[in-house]
């Protein structure tokens, strides 16, 4: 019998330790996303597989989009952004995306965000972004991370694995593609529906028991 998906993350959290986090000061430890891929790889072996695909934006910068199957079935999408054309930046944005889809499926530690996506976001800028529109034109990204999380909630309630779940979400990511890039550039917003995808695949999960 195959290993599935429910052992994999159980085993994973078990066979954390403290040694395993990298370490970014005052700001808490992460686990990285190599110590995930090798995990996942390990567990799985060809079972899985990650595709990483990027579209090039307007600015020159990137859009990086991970895909993970596991015995040929697309069980969680990572997204990230370019945010500056760096030394570096392209592969540190490619590892991003990998390290939000496997934290989407499960795979992460006492933390949603992986260590490489925290280093980022905890450096200084050196100019803040401008702040979306609230002429009732253009809703902020809390505005539409309230409303995807809700398109997620009633996606699950009629999906009967989590499987199907995702399944059944790839259409609507593709309808709402515009909302969910702005909900992308905010962090915060992000990780709030990451942890309610986690939290939604949980339920789903439970309900077969």
Known sequence: MKNGLAEAIKKFRDSIDDKDYANLGAKGKYLTVPYRIKFVRDFFGERMSIQTESTELANGSHKFKANIYIDDKLVSVGESKQMKNADKE??????VSIGRGL????????????????????KPQKKELPKPKTNGKTKTPKILADEWI????????HSVSVGKFEQNLNPLRQEYLSDLKQINSDLIQQQRIDQEYISLQKQITNRKK
């Open 150 to 157: 809700e398109v997620l909630k009633k996606t699950a309630t």
């Open 90 to 95: 392209f592969e540190k944005q490619q590892t």
């Open 103 to 122: 934290s989407i499926l499960g795979f992460f530690g006492d933390e949603l965000a992986t260590a490489e996506e925290m280093e980022q976001f905890l």
